[in-house]
């Protein structure tokens, strides 16, 4: 399961820090990514991380998004800096783990200008 929590309300240039907690799987081991959907929107890839550490993210939030992962706490980060109100979606969490796809539930991201 994963569950993900951190998102609120902050205004254009803020920052926040989404978290995505694991159990039954090691994150170390599987491939873990944030993605986003907006109203009509197709799900999109944000930033992902592999279990050897290597990291990549889309175009739109390069320089300014950090995934990073915690592996004694079993979970994942998204440190959000720079925010745009164009960052505004539901954000969710989402692994590869021996083969299958788990999801957490979305965490409301919004971005005041």
């Known amino acids: 399961q994963l569950q993900a929590s951190g998102g609120g309300l902050v205004q254009a240039g803020g920052s926040l820090r989404l978290s995505c907690a694991a159990s039954?799987?090691?994150?170390?081991?599987?491939?873990m990514g944030w993605y986003r959907q907006g109203p009509g929107k197709q799900r999109e890839l944000v930033a992902r991380i592999f279990g050897g550490g290597m990291t990549s993210y889309a175009d739109s939030v390069k320089g300014r998004f950090t995934i990073s992962r915690d592996n004694v706490k079993n979970t994942v980060y998204l440190q959000m800096d720079s925010l745009k109100p164009e960052d505004t979606d539901v954000y969710y969490c989402?692994?590869?783990?021996?083969?299958?796809?788990?999801w957490g539930q979305g965490t409301l991201v919004t971005v005041s200008s």
């Open positions: 039954g799987m090691i994150l170390s081991f599987a491939v």
């Open positions: 989402g692994s590869t783990w021996k083969g299958q796809d788990y």
